[in-house]
């Protein structure tokens, strides 16, 4: 895989990465979108909303073949953007560039953020608790809880037929459903990457 800083951002990457080229700490968000489209005003208030109530930078990943109307690295000093090419749309859902913005992204601590959502005051606290949690004994990302409690009994979404026996209860479930806007510090890197992989190879976690 492979990025390149937008060279408009090329001063910003500079200002908060450290010599080794990451970032400490940093949201990062992917997106795709043209240049005035919902998608685009999205992620630009996603990313005013940051400016707002956050001291950390945001990294965003153009996984598109067009830039979003307004963003301004005077408008938004705290703002590396970065480009990278998509998955092939016929391989995998778009969304598992979620997960390859955040490796691509080479952020330490990093809160993942769609373009949907938006930051309010005290939002900071996460990358302190993430740093807490998220460690040599830990080394996961951690997922907020769904609101939702999707399981093979009350959804009939597909994936289930691919990891439950046929006619019988499914017992691989093993935790509540998740939100896909997890949070990661460096130890957690590692498992990302081998969860794509296994992913993309149709294996299965130990």
């Keep these: ?15 908060y990465s450290g010599a080794d080229g990451w970032i400490p700490r940093a949201f990062v968000n992917y997106f795709a979108a043209t240049p005035q489209g ?20 945001v990294v965003a990943v153009n996984f598109g073949m067009s830039i979003p109307d307004g963003l301004d690295p005077q408008e938004f000093p705290r703002l590396v953007l970065l480009h990278a090419r998509p998955l092939d749309a016929a391989d995998r859902s778009f969304n598992f ?3 390859r913005g955040f490796l691509l992204s080479r952020v330490k601590i990093g809160v ?9 005051p005290m939002v900071d606290n996460l990358f302190n608790m993430t740093e807490r949690e998220i460690n040599e004994g830990y080394p996961f990302p951690i997922m907020p809880v769904h609101f939702l409690d999707w399981n093979p009994q009350m959804s009939k979404a597909r994936w289930w037929q691919r990891i439950c026996p046929p006619r019988q209860p499914c017992t691989f479930q093993t935790m509540r459903w998740g939100h896909a806007h997890p ?8 498992f990302l990457g081998r969860w794509l992989r296994k992913n993309f190879r149709d294996e299965t976690l130990p």
């Excluded at 919902?38 to 930078?57: G, V």
């Design 183 to 190: 949070t990661w510090t460096f130890h957690a890197l590692p």
């Design 112 to 120: 993942g953020l769609d373009s949907d959502q938006y930051v309010a």
């Design 38 to 57: 919902n998608t685009a005003k999205e992620t630009i208030e996603l990313i005013r909303s940051i400016h707002l109530f956050s001291e950390y930078p």
């Design 1 to 15: 895989m492979e990025a390149r800083v937008d060279p408009r951002f090329v001063d910003a990457y500079h200002k």
């Design 97 to 99: 560039n979620k997960f």
